[in-house]
């Protein structure tokens, strides 16, 4: 009789009443994966053309290089955007030949909504020796528009890069980009206005030079 009355309120307990709720399954997000500093994103290759590349009238493919005329306006779109807020743009060129005074070769990025840009490199480039009054080309980091940049942030040093190969990097943390000459450190520019700078399109341009170009790489910080 005992064993047959458990029976029965087993039963009504399964049967006869309301099933025990089944706990509700936590559903978890996916989390990215962190790319490791130094990873290479993007590696330049000209031996297809620069069918894909956006380039200006000037750019042509000499060797295993670009060139460019000294020509105003020089521009060439980098195809590919980074994904990630901070990495690096590293350009290994060679200013051949200044063919006026003003001659100019900067990396750039363009803004984008909620994201300031910037540029890089190296401006009032000179055709001779001759200084007048001192005068000597200037390499600065900056924040485009100007007015979001912290006035503080700003630096500009003299520079001559003579025809040596140089390797340009332009470094991207967050608001503040960083220009490196052949892992020196030149100069950094900070945006009050945006928490991240633009990934892009990022650009190589210039002014009035004889440009040359042996690789652009792309890598995370």
């Known amino acids: 009789m005992i064993a047959f009355l458990s029976f029965c309120v087993a039963s009504c307990g399964t049967i006869g009443g309301t099933a025990p709720a089944k706990p509700t399954p936590v559903l978890r997000r996916p989390t ?4 490791p500093a130094g990873t290479l994103l993007y590696e330049s290759n000209w031996s297809l053309g620069l069918d894909h590349w956006h380039a200006s009238p ?3 493919i000499l060797g295993k290089n670009l060139q460019t005329e000294p020509m105003d306006n020089l521009s060439l779109t980098i195809p590919y955007q980074p994904r990630v807020s901070n990495y690096a743009v590293e350009a290994r060129l060679q200013i ?3 063919a006026s005074n003003g001659g100019s070769v900067l990396i750039s990025a363009d803004r984008q909504p909620n994201k300031d840009g910037y540029r890089a ?3 009032n480039l000179l055709q001779t020796d001759v200084r007048p009054n001192g005068s000597h080309p200037q390499v600065q980091a900056y924040i485009d528009p100007s007015g979001s940049m912290d006035r503080g942030s700003f630096e500009t040093m003299d520079y001559e890069p003579g025809t040596q190969w140089h390797t340009f990097r332009v470094e991207v943390s967050g608001a503040r980009a960083s220009l490196l000459i052949d892992d ?12 991240t700078l ?5 650009r190589i341009i210039g002014s009035k ?5 042996s690789s652009i790489r792309i890598t995370t910080l």
């Not at 990215?32 to 790319?35: F, G, M």
């Not at 020196?184 to 928490?195: E, P």
């Not at 030079?209 to 170009?213: M, S, T, W």
């Open 96 to 98: 051949v030949h200044v």
């Open 184 to 195: 020196r450190s030149i100069s950094d520019a900070l945006s009050i206005k945006t928490d």
């Open 32 to 35: 990215a994966t962190p790319v």
């Open 58 to 60: 000037g750019w042509k």
């Open 198 to 202: 633009s990934d892009g399109p990022i």
């Open 209 to 213: 030079v004889i440009l040359r170009l």
């Open 121 to 123: 490199g190296i401006l």
